[in-house]
């Protein structure tokens, strides 16, 4: 039997249970009125989590990285500047895809475990036919501020990676200007991994490629499978079922709790860990002002060994933390208070377990 | 709550009792040593299934579209001549895709009901880069000989499609010199559909594109993944682990069947329904000689309403069965008996109830 393990790292987090139940419900057909009909309940719900009215919005079949493939595939014409913002690895993604698409990339470099600074993406091309930026950065635990850019991206679409705040954080695309979104389920919505929720403006959607470089990720048919009426969904792929019926329960939970509800909770548990980990000599990696409250980016102290005291939690505690990304690997931890994991106790749990086990591994 | 369906379209199949239970298990991260290795046990359980010793076979983080949308944008050169078979829908979006990727595609037609022949392609063009075929093909239940090509492709490569015969017929990957494989897991392996068995060859992955236009997919990135030793792997995105888990599960029911026994038993499940329908009086659709056990194809009687009676088994049978594709939407239905549903049992109770409902429709 697989153990329980308490998931505080960067993501996958504990599902809720809703959502693993959900699993296990009879399996039905894709083309199955009922499964369309949870195909748009789901989608309804997916719009309340983006702050968005967008008609295009809907999950698509790939975990998250998939979902920032399909925005860039889809709006990335060969030849377009994109202005990117790198503050960590998933921008640095974010301009790998797009040069693959043929843009010409501009990234404007930030310092790991600082915020993305729309200004500078401002600055660096006077007229680009994209920007990118990610909300919350899962590599450093950082949130940045989308709206600056988006009220003054001026034609340029705007891609947003919003993996790590989706039903975290305040998230609000039509009043921030996101054209085009991202995200995954195994973060803040406390889902399994396997799905990208995804949403696109009418505006950006008129800008498409009309035959983009993937047809798995082409949202001209994609779009026809969530936005025709009743009986003119059109086939385009078989739908993963089963992880849609636990999106589906995944976001019933949250919006049964209501947005602010599940945000200040989020806040409440991470701003907990951050202070009892201050208050106990820890010191915090991401810029103050902008530390995501999901997931906690902590240096770790001199003299412990990092892989040490993750594998004295897995083994010892059946605790998962995440080690930090690219230089930071071995320097910083990053602990995530995720969906049903964001409450006191979890931040005091894992407070806990750190200072066992690194007086453990000493 | 879902009510129950008997799922005897063409797929989402209903799913083994093992694999729902693991989709209900504690969540692993997908970095967790457990998680490694289940992914390690399930990469060398979908060798079997292949029937190939590939060090690269894995399940792509997608449906079984996303897994052909992978074998051809890493092995697909701009330029490149690629010779598709076309006996079906799934054929026609292999060409679709190899155009994308910039392939020169010379498709060979074949009448819809038939099966593919290989000397066609053969004479289709020279010296082809690669040849693409569906070995089962799900939009009209017909079963293709695989090595007669594999045997004579030359220098090419050979992407095959194996969506629908994977654990439910004979698949030989490596003595039927299969350069690249996809397949699904919501059809004969009993899975709920999201990922794609994969395999491709050290030939093709040799010869593959160094940088695909699609970095979802791209296989020199995800096969670090697979491939590397313990501590090694390579981080490329966070794998469905709750869907692995289900995989896994029902790949172990599969092998502990054996595999010979669950083709038999698929073979002879299809059999009985094909004879019980000729024998009160349906014609089938695919040509003698060349039907899938696993799914068949029956031609709608005339004056019979297709929909009609779909709608009628659905509501009064809970049971799916699926339309034809194409032109023939209407006039043909596919009914597949597939994992835990490849059973005498299956057969009669469907053919039973599409009796009943030709005859409360009329």
Redesign the interface.
């Known amino acids: ?5 308490h ?1 505080y ?1 960067p ?2 987090t ?2 809720y249970d809703e959502a ?2 959900a ?12 499964f369309i009909e949870r195909l748009d309940r789901t989608c309804d719900m997916l719009r309340e989590v983006w702050g968005t009215e967008n008609t295009r919005t809907l999950p698509l ?6 979902g ?2 399909a925005a860039l ?1 889809n709006t990335v014409h060969p030849g377009d500047v994109a202005v990117i913002a790198v503050n960590g690895l998933f921008g640095l ?1 974010m301009a ?2 797009a040069r ?2 043929g843009a010409e990339v501009i990234t404007v470099e930030h310092e790991w475990g600082t915020p993305v600074d729309a200004q500078r993406l401002l600055d660096a091309h006077p007229a680009p036919q994209l920007y990118g930026m990610v909300h919350a950065e899962t590599s450093t635990g950082v949130v940045s501020d989308v709206a600056t850019l988006g009220a003054a991206k001026g034609d340029a679409l705007l891609v947003v990676d919003a993996v790590t705040s989706i039903a975290g954080s305040e998230l609000r695309a039509d009043d921030w200007g996101i054209d085009v979104g991202y995200a ?1 389920t ?1 973060k803040c919505i406390g889902v ?3 799905l990208a929720p995804f949403t696109i403006s009418d505006r950006a959607f008129e800008r498409r490629v009309t ?6 990720f082409d949202l001209g048919m994609l779009g026809g499978y969530v936005t025709a009426g009743p009986g003119a969904r059109t086939y ?8 849609v ?2 999106l589906e329960a995944g976001l019933r939970r949250v919006l049964d709790e209501g947005l602010p509800a599940v945000w200040a909770r989020h806040e409440e548990a991470g701003r907990l860990l951050q202070n009892t980990l201050e208050e106990r000599g820890y010191e915090l990696f991401a810029a103050e002002g902008s530390r995501l409250a999901q997931l906690t980016s902590v240096r770790v102290p001199d003299g412990v060994d990092s892989a040490a005291v993750r594998r004295w939690l ?1 083994t010892e505690r059946s605790m ?1 933390i995440g080690a930090g990304v690219g230089e930071f690997a071995s320097t910083v931890w990053r602990i995530g208070l995720m969906g049903p994991n964001a409450t006191a106790e979890s931040a005091l749990r894992v407070a806990d377990a750190i200072d066992e086990a690194v007086a453990a591994t000493r």
């Open positions: 039997m697989t153990p329980f393990r998931l790292g993501g996958p504990n599902p693993t139940a699993l296990g419900e009879p399996l039905l057909g894709h083309l199955d009125p009922l079949s790939a975990t998250g990285s998939g920032m493939e595939v993604r790998d895809m693959r698409c995954g195994q399994a991994p396997g035959e983009p470089r993937s047809w798995y385009h792929h078989t739908a993963p079922v089963a992880m019926a636990s897995l998962e």
